[in-house]
């Protein structure tokens, strides 16, 4: 399931495609191997059938990462952002 990734001084959310649970692990790994400060992550697609997109984040900005409830992620399948 997707979750939500907050980054410091943003209100918005980031989705990814992985799970929250997942996310926290890649950054702690990533934290504990002292290998920098950037970890690659997929963003969620908002229309059915479009590829995931890669983005790397600075893991020292992480601010929250939450998980996308199932419902919420349907809704915004069917009634994508404009921009999307």
Known sequence: MPSKLYLRG??????????????????????AAGTGRFVRLDMAPFV???AARPAYFD?????AI???DPREW???????????
Request: negative net charge; glycine residues 2%.
């Open 10 to 31: 943003d209100s918005d959310a980031l989705w990814l495609t992985l799970a929250a649970d997942a996310v926290l692990s890649i950054i702690e790994d990533a934290r």
């Open 48 to 50: 059915r059938g479009e």
């Open 59 to 63: 893991f020292d900005v992480v601010s």
């Open 66 to 68: 939450l998980p996308v």
């Open 74 to 84: 349907e809704d915004m399948l069917e009634d994508p952002p404009e921009w999307a």
